[in-house]
């Protein structure tokens, strides 16, 4: 199972920018379906972005246009870059991997996961 550490989460003013990163270890992610959730309050995880082998990207309404998701798989990372972000992005970014899906955007497919970033955005 691939092991994921999240990177990147900080303070920001609202309409500020941060990129996450997330770094993979113990096997190649190439093949896997990876995305970005978060957990905001103590609502459920909600998927933020997906990037699947070859397919993807695609994102939650509510970042759509703000978010960008991309994945290396000769470094084995996967990166968001958030950028004009807003009070309601405030939560915990988790990164995750599918192994045995090319794409997916359910959460209950996802076999691995990090242990978080906080990401926290002040008006």
């Known amino acids: 199972q691939v092991q994921l550490v999240e990177s990147g989460g900080g303070s920001v003013e609202a309409g500020g920018s941060l990129k996450l990163s997330c770094a993979a270890s113990?096997?190649?992610?190439?093949?896997?379906?990876m995305s970005w959730f978060r957990r905001i309050g103590g609502k459920e995880r909600e998927r933020v972005a997906t990037?699947?082998?070859?397919?993807?990207?695609s994102y939650a309404r509510s970042v759509m246009g703000r978010f960008t998701i991309s994945r290396d798989n000769d470094k084995n990372t996967l990166s968001l870059l958030m950028n004009n972000l807003k009070p309601e992005d405030t939560g915990t970014y988790y990164c995750?991997?599918?192994?045995?899906?090319?794409?997916?955007?359910?959460?209950?497919?996802?076999?691995?996961w990090g242990q978080g970033t906080q990401v926290t955005v002040s008006s």
């Open positions: 995750a991997a599918a192994s045995e899906y090319r794409y997916t955007e359910s959460l209950a497919n996802y076999n691995s």
């Open positions: 113990g096997s190649a992610i190439a093949t896997y379906s």
């Open positions: 990037i699947g082998v070859k397919s993807g990207p």
